[in-house]
């Protein structure tokens, strides 16, 4: 497995402050071109999209950042705040063997 068959999927709302607080990180052009190392990065709003978010993706706290395959394997979650997204991003396994640390369904 391999960055560019892996999507990122960034979870959050309008009223979180820590995800407010996050932004401006996400913005810079480090995290930027980090992404675009990926298939895809999504933004996720758990107010519009509950259901799936609780259900199926299994968000409990936000912020939370999932590194998912297209099957629906998870390689990463990191749940809330941190300024270092880029530490996220750059390894985007949590298991040395690059295995999924869970399956989404």
């Not at 190392?37 to 933004?43: D, Q």
């Not at 299994?58 to 590194?67: G, Q, W």
Request: net charge positive; aromatic share 14%.
């Amino acid at each position: 497995m391999v960055k560019s068959d892996l999507y990122v999927v960034k979870f959050s709302a309008s009223w979180c402050g820590p995800c407010k607080q996050m932004e401006p990180y996400w913005q810079t052009r480090r995290v930027q071109q980090e992404l675009k190392n990926y298939k895809k990065f999504t933004t996720v709003d758990i107010d519009r999209y509950k259901k799936w978010s609780e259900e199926f993706c299994k968000v409990n706290s936000i912020p939370t950042i999932l590194i998912i395959d297209n099957n629906y394997n998870v390689y990463k979650r990191h749940v809330g705040y941190t300024s270092d997204i880029m530490s996220v991003l750059k390894n985007p396994f949590s298991r040395s063997d690059h295995q999924p640390i869970e399956r989404l369904k």
